[in-house]
């Protein structure tokens, strides 16, 4: 498979790795659409290349959220690709589980997706090729790690959501694909005090990531390769010694 340019749509577009992802799909032909909260950032992405297009939206708004999908369809006729990648990166300290920092979390990183979901499902369904969406998740949302707290319970959510909604849109012709990256640097990645083993340079995130959502099909798209492997092999362990591995890397730091 080598999917054709066409339209894309990128939520959490104005940094990081969305912004990352629209130039290099622009870069490869498609016209690309970025949304996001801070129009400035928006608009400094949409200047590096002219297939970029801001469209300012709070996620947390329905109502924006179905005008956005209505405005983009109809200044491009169609969506061919979404891509999810809004997040909310509240800091948990270990053994705190204050209600607001979750409630916060959950709203964008899950909740944001979700509000998304019917009015593009709706765009897609009615498109002779139908369409992609893209969700951007995280390793960290494969096992439950001290430090994780909010952000990867949200991440874990998403993987669940995407792997039912993968089965449940195939007859409607839309393919739902996961991204399970690992650490990437980034204004969220900045922030973080511990170790971060095999950080990754954002423009190789995103070629790592166009790469796979135009030439394949495969529902996960999941890097670095090492980094896939421990964790995927963590969730095979029996619990006492996954603990036991995990109360290690909370001392660590």
């Keep these: 498979m080598n999917l054709k340019p066409g339209i ?17 799909l622009a870069g490869r032909g498609w016209q690309v659409a970025i949304s996001g909260r801070r129009l400035e950032r928006l608009e400094e992405v949409a200047a590096s290349h002219p297939g970029i297009h801001a469209y300012p939206l709070d996620i947390t708004d329905a109502e924006a959220v179905a005008a956005t999908v209505a405005a983009i369809a109809a ?50 369904s009615r498109q002779p090729t139908g369409g992609q969406i893209a ?4 390793l960290a949302g494969y096992v439950g790690l001290p430090r994780g707290g909010a952000y990867a319970a949200t991440k874990s959510a998403l993987i669940t959501l995407c792997q039912t909604m993968r089965v449940e849109l195939e007859p409607k012709r ?32 995103a070629w790592r990531i166009v790469d796979g959502l135009v030439r394949s099909t495969r529902f996960e798209i999941a890097f670095p390769w090492p980094m896939v492997f421990v964790m995927k092999a963590a969730r095979l362990l029996p619990y006492r010694l996954f603990f036991w591995l995990s109360a290690l890397t909370l001392r660590a730091r």
Aim: charge should be neutral; avoid cysteine; hydrophobic fraction near 50%.
């Design 75 to 124: 200044d491009f006729g169609r969506i061919d690709l979404l891509l999810y990648g809004a997040v909310a990166a509240t800091g948990t300290p270990p053994g705190s589980y204050n209600a607001a920092p979750f409630a916060a979390a959950f709203d964008v990183n899950v909740m944001g997706l979700v509000r998304l979901l019917d009015p593009v499902i709706t765009q897609m």
């Design 8 to 24: 894309a749509w990128i939520i959490g577009g104005g940094s990081g790795i969305g912004a990352a992802v629209a130039r290099e």
């Design 135 to 138: 969700v951007i998740s995280s």
């Design 174 to 205: 839309i393919i739902v694909r996961l991204i399970t990256p690992g650490f990437v640097k980034s204004e969220l990645t900045a922030r973080n005090r511990y170790r971060m083993p095999m950080l990754m340079e954002t423009e190789d995130a």
